[in-house]
């Protein structure tokens, strides 16, 4: 007779008991994290040793026999015992729940990651070594990247494998592997451009490096520039990073094509902007140093503005919200070069109140002000549209001004954050800064021996207090403006209410955001069903977006009335509304 049950323990995700899962997901982060540290440390050894073979031939001691014994260990010893545990790891990957673990996704995605970052950038610099005619300083580089290109493809492997690929965090790779190239590439492809614009704006003397002419540099940079597009085309397009809609994609999307893009475009055209106005206004000094800031300025304004546009017009194509996320962070980056600006300008002209005439360093201030100004200035009106964003908020319109995103409320939600951020680190920062004002106001009357100008003291954190308390004090009353918005909204929506008693809503979709829409557009208390056949009319591209989908179930509300009524979205999108009787 077998013995009794005990007392079922709750039930963990892979169908056993609380403590059971913690025990495998303990057992998991250790076999994880161990076969990592090994993986890395046979990759070192063997690239010690490969990188001697290449450089010292069959005298591998020669001048360094701890290092010699270090790589013989790491390899020698690191090595098996990081292939015993891949196999064994490898061996458990045919259970559903070893490749649905956090685990397997974290490792594969953090090896493939630093394979791929070490054996682009050494693969990258042993290249550029050999353009440069540089008889040795390629052989180690060359060594450690091939060593550590055999582990990414290794690991690239694993990932593709069809039977034991990771089921979550699968996108990582793509993801990260994408944003390393985008960065590598623009990096060479601004300092190719720079080189070039320095030598034509200086001359080839100038431009030339120490004991190198100025193309070998540009050479150099141009290999960097095509190694780091071809590993963002080989994530970007070969692997479909440009069609993935997780969140990892569309906030990388917004942080480095429109964030980081948006910054390199901004301070390289403030830069140009402020070497331009110094050659016009302001020649203290040589020619040949008024122009050494150009060069660089204008080749990073030209990239960035590219791979701007390019992020931007991709992110039009993703979720509303990430198009909403990209205009906010045009719009704080702008702010920023804008605030800047004006806090320099301030400072300036109490310079000049000080000194009474306007010298060199307080017309190098002030120009410096302008150009951040009239750079920031611009491109946060364009993004920010205060004319058209006052009136949308919780409208549901859109369009170029619009802040919505449809009935769903993203864009909403997404401004109200973006203000409060603004307005909080403006505060903060003029806290900090009034406290600075305070220091040197007390500093002045209690210090007798220095002496100095009282201006001269505070007009640096005066400027300051002065950018910061204008940002804040903006955002702060749009942000008061628009709770008042909404709540007129809300009560006039109201009163519109009680259209319909209660809606059975029959969708395979998100059910949140057409929640929203029912109870803006009706007040009825809603009932979900779920379609068994949802997603089978023909993949993604058939199925509009949550914001459309929104506005359409708005606009086939309206005017509807009854005690009850059912709505049925199909997995095409089509939306069909019948009242009931009863």
Do not use: C
């Not at 680190?425 to 800064?433: F, H, R």
Request: aromatic fraction near 8%; avoid cysteine; hydrophobic fraction near 55%.
């Amino acid at each position: 007779m077998s013995a009794p049950a005990g007392p079922a323990g709750p039930a963990g995700p892979e169908g056993g008991s609380a403590p059971g899962l913690a025990q495998r997901t303990v057992r998991r982060l250790i076999i994880y994290v161990l076969l990592y540290a090994l993986v890395v440390i046979a990759a070192v050894g063997l690239s010690g040793l490969l990188g001697r073979l290449l450089v010292a031939g069959t005298e591998l001691a020669t001048g360094d026999a701890a290092g010699l014994a270090r790589s013989l260990a790491f390899t020698l010893i690191g090595g098996p015992l990081a292939a015993l545990l891949w196999w064994a790891v490898w061996r458990r990957l045919h259970d559903g729940a070893e490749r649905s673990s956090a685990g397997w996704g974290l490792y594969l995605a953090g090896t493939y990651t630093l394979s791929l970052i070490v054996a682009t950038s050494n693969l990258l610099g042993a290249l550029a070594s050999l353009v440069a005619g540089e008889p040795l300083a390629w052989r180690y580089p060359l060594a450690t990247g091939l060593v550590w290109a055999a582990v990414w493809l290794w690991h690239r492997w694993m990932w593709r494998n069809p039977g034991r690929s990771p089921t979550r965090l699968a996108d990582v790779p793509t993801v990260l592997g994408s944003v390393l190239g985008l960065v590598i590439g623009v990096g060479g492809a601004v300092s190719a451009l720079s080189t070039l614009f320095d030598a034509a704006l200086r001359g080839a003397t100038a431009a030339a490096s120490v004991g190198k002419p100025w193309w070998v540099s540009a050479l150099q940079s141009l290999v960097w520039a095509a190694g780091g597009g071809l590993v963002w085309w080989w994530h970007w397009k070969h692997d479909g990073g440009q069609r993935l809609r997780t969140g990892l994609a569309s906030v990388a999307l917004v942080t480095v094509g429109v964030l980081g893009a948006g910054i390199l475009t901004l301070g390289g055209a403030g830069v140009a902007l402020f070497a331009v106005l110094r050659l016009l206004f302001d020649r203290t000094e040589s020619p040949g140093l008024l122009l050494e800031p150009l060069a660089p300025a204008v080749a990073a304004a030209a990239i960035g503005s590219l791979v701007w546009a390019y992020h931007r017009a991709m992110a039009r194509r993703r979720s509303d919200a990430t198009l909403e996320g990209g205009r906010l962070v045009t719009s704080g980056v702008a702010l920023v070069a804008a605030a800047s600006g004006i806090g320099v300008i301030v400072n300036a002209v109490l310079a000049m109140l000080v000194t009474t005439l306007a010298g060199s360093g307080t017309r190098t201030l002030l120009l410096g002000g302008l150009s951040s100004l009239l750079v920031g200035g611009p491109v946060w009106w364009l993004a920010w549209n205060p004319a058209v964003r006052t009136g949308a908020v919780g409208t549901g319109a859109t369009g170029s001004g619009a802040t919505g995103t449809g009935a769903a409320g993203t864009g909403p939600d997404a401004r109200r954050i973006y203000l409060v951020v603004v307005f909080g680190l403006s505060a903060v920062a003029a806290v900090i800064t009034l406290l600075v004002i305070g220091f040197r106001v007390f500093e002045f009357f209690l210090d007798t021996v220095t002496g100095g100008s009282f201006l001269d003291r505070i007009r640096a954190p005066l400027g300051l207090l002065v950018a910061t308390g204008l940002a804040a004090g903006y955002h702060f009353a749009v942000w008061r403006h628009d709770r008042a918005a909404l709540a007129a909204a809300g009560a006039a929506g109201a009163a519109r209410r009680r259209t319909i008693g209660h809606v059975i809503l029959v969708t395979g979709a998100d059910p949140a955001p057409l929640h929203r829409v029912i109870d803006e557009v009706t007040g009825a208390s809603v009932t979900v069903w779920r379609r068994a056949d949802a997603g089978a009319a023909g993949g993604d591209a058939a199925v509009p977006g949550a914001g459309e989908l929104a506005g359409r179930l708005s606009e086939a509300l309206d005017g509807v009335t009854g005690k009850r009524v059912l709505v049925t979205i199909g997995p095409d999108g089509r939306i069909d509304v019948v009242p009931l009787v009863g």
